[in-house]
């Protein structure tokens, strides 16, 4: 595996860094069954560059921290495409009362996410991934906690495989996912780990319009145009 040169900060932006994964995923470019599903907001800018790069069709997967609490909400597990959700161990020792608010959590989650799926896809159908090589692709991954809700519900789908692409993770996070999917492509696993805007010069928060313009770019093929198509990887990590 490449690894970039960390003396530096590795990544200039996402865009670069989805430039940098398509490089650790040079093997399977061209795959007619391959998939890249990438997690908004900022995962579909990440994504963008690396099924571009593939040539490979881009799709989005719907990922959503499960919150309840008042002032100091706390994060109880997570929601993901297909609603399946995937919960913290400690919510299985619960009250009556909390668990009513749990469920209510749960259910509104479930379809402010069904939401968000319709409004990336504008009503188009997802994408088939039956029996189809699936490339997973996020900014960074601090608990993974999210990503473990993504495979769960990917399972249910009945991929061929998952491989998970992070340009950033922390130690734990890249040992949980290394566990639960097929491979994990991440080439920036820094200990101790701060946070996943550490490993960028630029990490803006990213609009639902950028992250929506990054998926309809690829699904209209405009990767043939892309100044990256003749020599991908000419800018190097950067």
Request: one cysteine or more; a negative charge; hydrophobic letters at 40%.
């Amino acid at each position: 595996m490449h690894s970039p040169s960390f003396n530096t900060i590795p990544y200039r932006d996402r865009a670069a860094a989805g430039r940098w994964l398509a490089k650790e995923l040079q093997t399977l470019r061209s795959a007619e069954d391959l998939v890249v599903l990438g997690i908004p907001r900022g995962g579909l800018i990440v994504a963008a560059e690396v099924a571009r790069l593939l040539r490979a069709p881009l799709d989005v997967f719907v990922v959503r921290k499960i919150r309840i609490g008042g002032e100091e909400p706390h994060q109880i597990g997570a929601m993901a495409s297909g609603g399946v959700c995937v919960l913290n161990q400690e919510v299985l020792q619960t009250t009556e009362a909390e668990a009513l608010r749990i469920a209510e959590a749960i259910a509104e989650m479930r379809d402010l996410v069904l939401e968000e799926e319709n409004r990336f896809r504008q009503s188009r159908p997802a994408t088939p991934l039956e029996d189809r090589n699936v490339v997973l692709v996020d900014d960074g991954a601090a608990t993974g906690g999210s990503l473990r809700a993504a495979i769960a519900a990917l399972r249910s789908l009945s991929p061929a495989s998952i491989t998970v692409a992070l340009p950033v993770a922390s130690p734990e996070a890249s040992k949980q996912l290394s566990d639960e999917a097929e491979d994990l492509v991440c080439p920036f696993v820094p200990d101790p780990f701060y946070s996943i805007g550490l490993a960028y010069e630029r990490f803006p928060r990213v609009s639902e319009e950028l992250a929506s313009n990054s998926l309809e770019s690829v699904r209209q093929g405009a990767y043939l145009n892309s100044p990256y198509t003749k020599s991908p990887y000419s800018d190097g990590q950067r």
